[in-house]
């Protein structure tokens, strides 16, 4: 990206990103391990273009360029969890708090799933604000490209 801006909402993104992830950490890594239907089993295609424009703000690495077919659920999921490192996961991914997860983040904390509903609530902001901006400065091709990517990342 040309401006200094959306890297600065995608900075900002990235931070409160890292702070979900750190809050959810142990939990995910409690309840997901032994969950006899997981979410990821479920769904598919999960990026959106706010996804992708964070990827591209800040580089990350690791977004994959293609879906892998003929699989059930998720072209991400392998038997050893997501293949995606966590920043580089759809936002939805992150946003996800299935009951069993809730339950177990109130047993240890009870102020705990509202303030990462509220860190959510910052972060779609600023993914709108991130896309916003994107679109402002790129020509209509970026945005075009980004959309072609999102057909082949899921
Ligand atoms: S988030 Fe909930 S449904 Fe998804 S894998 Fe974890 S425990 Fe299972
Ligand atoms: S991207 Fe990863 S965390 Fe998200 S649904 Fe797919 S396997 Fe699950």
Redesign the pocket.
């Given at each position: 990206m040309s401006s200094t801006k959306p890297v600065t909402v995608a900075r900002e993104i990235d931070r409160l990103l890292c702070e979900v992830i750190a809050l959810q950490k142990d939990h995910v890594e409690k309840v997901c391990r032994t969950c006899e239907t997981?979410?990821?089993t479920r769904?598919d295609r999960?990026f959106d273009e706010k996804d992708l424009v964070f990827a591209r703000a800040l580089d990350l690495n690791g977004v994959p360029s293609r879906r892998r077919k003929g699989k059930k659920?998720?072209?991400?999921?392998s038997p050893t969890?997501?293949?995606?490192e966590p920043r580089t996961?759809?936002f939805?991914?992150h946003r996800y708090l299935c009951p069993e997860l809730k339950e177990d983040m109130a047993r240890k904390d009870d102020a705990l799933v509202s303030m990462l509903e509220s860190k959510f609530r910052i972060l779609e902001e600023l993914r709108g604000q991130l896309l916003g901006e994107f679109m402002q400065i790129h020509e209509k091709d970026a945005f075009l490209d980004i959309r072609r990517r999102r057909r082949e990342t899921n």
């Open positions: 997981p979410c990821c769904v999960l659920g998720c072209s991400h999921l969890g997501c293949l995606l996961r759809p939805t991914c």
